[in-house]
Nanobody, 127 residues
C-alpha cells in the first residue's frame, strides 16, 4: 500500500521559512517523480513544484521561483520543499504527490497526472 506522509507544516511569520517533508513508503522509489501542490481556502488546488527521480530536473510554478526549492533524498525515500520568503498568500494546505515519470517523459503540473497523494500539511503565514 502506497503511503505519502507530509510533515513540517506550521505557523510562520511573513518573510520566514519552513521546510516540508514527504516520506514515501510501500512503493518502489525508482522513476518516481515527486511534486507539491497546495490548496488555499476557497481556491482550487494548484501546482507548486516537481522533481524527477534523479533529482537533476525540477519544475516550478512561476509564483514560487526564487523562493521555494524542491529536492529529494532517494536513500530516505523522502522529498522536501524548502520555502523561504513566505508570503501571506502562501497560506494553504500543501500536498505531496507522486507518479512514475520515465526518462524522456516530462514532469507534469497537472494534479490528475499524479497517482499517489498524501493527506496534506497546513502552512499558515501570518503578518
Amino acid at each position: 500500500q502506497v503511503q505519502l506522509v507530509e510533515s513540517g507544516g506550521g505557523l510562520v511569520q511573513a518573510g520566514g521559512s519552513l521546510r516540508l517533508s514527504c516520506a514515501a513508503s510501500g512503493v518502489t522509489f525508482s522513476w518516481l517523480a515527486m511534486a507539491w501542490f497546495r490548496q488555499a481556502p476557497g481556491k482550487d488546488r494548484e501546482f507548486v513544484a516537481a522533481v524527477r527521480w534523479s533529482g537533476a530536473s525540477t519544475y516550478y510554478a512561476d509564483f514560487v521561483k526564487g523562493r521555494f526549492t524542491i529536492s529529494r533524498d532517494n536513500f530516505k525515500n523522502t522529498a522536501y520543499l524548502q520555502m523561504n520568503s513566505l508570503k501571506l498568500e502562501d497560506t494553504a494546505v500543501y500536498y505531496c504527490a507522486a507518479d512514475r515519470v520515465l526518462p524522456g517523459q516530462r514532469l507534469s503540473d497537472s494534479g490528475p497526472s499524479y497517482d499517489y497523494w498524501g493527506q496534506g500539511t497546513q502552512v499558515t503565514v501570518s503578518s
